[in-house]
């Protein structure tokens, strides 16, 4: 029973735990590395051109998407052809503690915040640079969307007024138009 015991106890402390801890360099906070789901999407921006009604069929509308592109981040024109049935390249993976880790595709990268208001793929380590929280979830004709602020900067996902490079900004309120995202495509 003694023996028994003892080696329960050694295989418990040897095991995988079920619940990862990732050390941020920077805060030595813990924060979850457990994964609760994952979702491949398309990362849209309707604002810089949304004048308030629906984007079916409106010619003034324009969203874009999110892609990396010469390793630079950046929001792009979505291809006519494309609106409806697009490629989705990121997953959305939700962490246990309701954050949100962008993952590249094409390239198996995390949207990191290194600091200042650009943003870069870099590796997945999982830190408070490399993770999302939803603000202002909103339904607006039919689309979810949210405005995206990282854990680290506390600065907002945004979109210029034209396509090029993404950057990081002053989170507004919400209806900023230029922080409206969305997940289109889901695969």
Known sequence: MVLAGGALGMYLGT?????????????????????????????????????????????EDHPMMLLSKDRVVQFAPIPPQEISAGTPQWTANQMTDGSEIFIYVPTGQCLSAPGGAGLELSHCDLSRDQRWHRLN???????????YANAKTGGCLTAMHHPGPARLTRCGKARTRTQEIAFWWSA
């Not at 050390?23 to 051109?49: E, L, M, N, W, Y």
């Not at 979830?137 to 405005?147: E, K």
């Open 15 to 59: 095991s995988h735990a079920t619940h990862v801890v990732v050390r941020s360099h920077q805060h030595h906070r813990r924060v979850p590395a457990k994964v609760v789901s994952v979702q491949t999407i398309g990362i849209i921006d309707f604002g810089p051109f949304d004048d308030g009604d629906p984007w079916q069929g409106d010619t």
């Open 137 to 147: 979830s909103r339904v607006l004709f039919g689309q979810a969307v949210a405005q």
